[in-house]
């Protein structure tokens, strides 16, 4: 049917007005895109900007160089040294098998090292460089480099690995680095990312560890490009991080390398302090380990061989080792006597060999006795009978007190591994410990520094610091921090009684210069450099009434591990002393004969800065210890260093 031209001019009007509204809508829609475009280009570029910078450059971290470690004249302990590492990349150097088998060729690589570091290269993607070998030579890096278009993806790199160029002077006191461990990151709540970089080293003992963070320093980083697959294309830029801080130590590097010499293939210890400082010149502990090995990866036969050994190389037996101080304690029961009022220095005892009480016999080492002594000879002659009855009228509560006052039973806040606080027994410790009531016979073992007395070398140490003082002498091992000293302890009056104080003194003097003395025959005869001492010996293993009866064996007839330690703790000169000395020889014997000649020659050397005077010890000895010295000073050679021993992936 045929439309009306009215009808054609209404659909015309009709398709007009809808394509009016159509075309309206595509404009406001067209409008919000530009202006959205116009946001996101103007408005928001920068952040996109980031946005897509961030999806093709790395930022990776850059470990700082660490601290440098000095003994207290400068002499480097710990310090870092060029390492030279061979790195491949499997995507391009191919098979890694052949590969490795091409580097053997120029390099020494074993079958199992082939074997690891295969291992290694295949636990990681393709382009991820591994470390195949370190600690390498410049001869050995200078064969791989001429033999590099030879062998794509295997590269040699340079970096920093720790050095310890005195190796087992300061094993145990400096300690050592190593690759951080999963444990290394539990003990730490937030760590710092450097921990997270494949192989960072960080301390694991001694102030390597106890002074990580300042030692550590702050990262670095560089900026690198990278593909879609997270590969290096080329480095942006590079800020290099702040290096650890320098710690100076308050050791002396001469006076450890004697201690430790002198102390020879004995399982033992040697404590110096400064008296009026409490600065640690000296803390050697026998036999030691070169903390290098570490560093390097130690071999499983190297470490076997430290850990098996029955004279505890590994351990630091100035601080962790606990022992019955024996005989060095008996100051401890003299002043806690006198000062109470409880005795007088000149009152006599009579001492038949023994003393009976609670039903017991307890003897003096000296079967025959002493006869009538008093406190200068008791002490002299290490008479156990005046302090079996001294501790009767004293009583363990008062015993208690006197050896905290001079510093036994106290954990030394030094930036060292595993410090032991010894063990200062009271009768609340025994009723908790041990659910037992204390008893008369338990005081009368802690007089002598036995039954349950505990003690490391260097609460001996600071106890003989103290004595020689009467004031509270605090151990102090950190001299300075990037030159900054640090401040030393507080060192307040101990009270003691100096009329009382100075007779426990004169004992101590008697003991090392009469004749009668249990260390006279490591007197020294100088009279400027003469010492007062006090020796011990500790059993290890109770005499049994039997034993006693049946006669008891010498020392050298018991087995190693069944004899006597030997004590001896000193201080010098005996007029306005400067140096303190204890030492501890495990399963030693007598402290008069093993650890007094030790200690002797210790604090020797400490007055004389160097090796001990000769003429400072009786003629007839000269000869010997001429010998002895040559011998010491032929060990103590100048630093080491780095060799060409490496470790391989």
Known sequence: ??????DNEDSARRISRRAALLGGAQLVFAGVLVLRMRSLQLGQ??????????????IRLLPPARGVIYDRAGAVLATNVQNYRIVLVRED???PREA???LAQIIALTPEDIERAEREIMRHRPFVPVTIADQLNWEEVARVAANAPAMPGVTPEVGWTRFYPFGAEFAHSVGYVGPVSERDLEERENPDPLLMI??????KIGVEREYEDTLRGSAGHRRIEVNAVGREMRELDRQEGDPGSNVRLTLDRQLQAFALARLGEDSASAVVMEVQTGNVLALASAPSFDPNLFVRGISVADYAGLRDDDHRPMSN????GAYPPGSTFKMVTALAAFEAGLATPDERVFCPGYLEAAGRRFHCWNRGGHGRVNLTSALSESCDVYFYDLSQRVGIDRINAMAERLGLGIRYDLPLSGISSGLNPSREWKRDRRGADWVIGDTINASIGQGFVLATPLQLAVMTCRLATNRAIMPRLIHAIDDIEQPIPDQPPLGLTPAVLAQVQRGMYEASNSNRGTAYGSRIVEASLRMAGKTGSSQVFSITAAERAAGVRRQDQLPWNRRDHALFVCYAPDVDPRYAVSVVVEHGGGGSSVAAPIARDIILAAQNGGLPPLEAYPTPQRNRIETMIRTISEQIGPPATPDNGRSRA
Do not use: W
Request: hydrophobic share 30%; net charge positive; charged share 40%.
């Open 1 to 6: 049917m045929k439309r009306s031209p009215k």
């Open 45 to 58: 570029s920068e952040e996109f900007r980031l946005l897509a910078e961030e999806n093709r450059i790395n």
């Open 93 to 95: 150097a191919g098979e």
């Open 100 to 102: 490795l088998e091409r």
């Open 198 to 203: 494949p192989r960072f080293q960080i301390g």
């Open 317 to 320: 037996k100035t601080v962790q």
